[in-house]
């Protein structure tokens, strides 16, 4: 199972990017997605999590300008980002709870990309 990230990039204070997270692989069923970011200095946090079902939880640094969601039919997860500031800049990865056809449920994560809010 591989989780691939894309999206990053550098944006301007005020702006939105949109990253995606793919898992590949094979793949029975995925549980919770979510993304993590993690700052130069600082320690990884979580961002945001959603379930099979569609149920949300974001960190409150982000509530009200990130929106997660996902696309089950393509094992894909999204993180939607609005209103970036400086403190958004960050590495994020994304990460799942996957059951392959040979493992039970595990937690994966994708190799990160990079966000930069330029003020």
């Known amino acids: 199972v591989q989780l691939q990230a894309s999206g990053g990039g550098l944006v301007q204070a005020g702006g939105s990017l949109r990253l995606s997270c793919a898992a590949s692989g094979n793949i029975f069923s995925i549980n919770t997605m979510g993304w993590d970011r993690q700052a130069p200095g600082k320690q990884r946090e979580l961002v945001a999590t959603i379930s099979s079902g569609g149920i949300t939880n974001y960190a409150g640094s982000v509530k009200g300008r990130f929106t997660i969601s996902r696309d089950n039919a393509k094992n894909t997860v999204y993180l939607q980002m609005t209103s970036l500031n400086s403190e958004d800049t960050a590495v994020y990865y994304c990460?799942?709870?996957?059951?392959?056809?040979?493992?039970?449920?595990?937690?994966?994560w994708g190799q990160g990309t990079q966000v930069t809010v330029s003020s």
């Open positions: 990460h799942g709870v996957i059951r392959s056809a040979a493992l039970p449920y595990m937690g994966y």
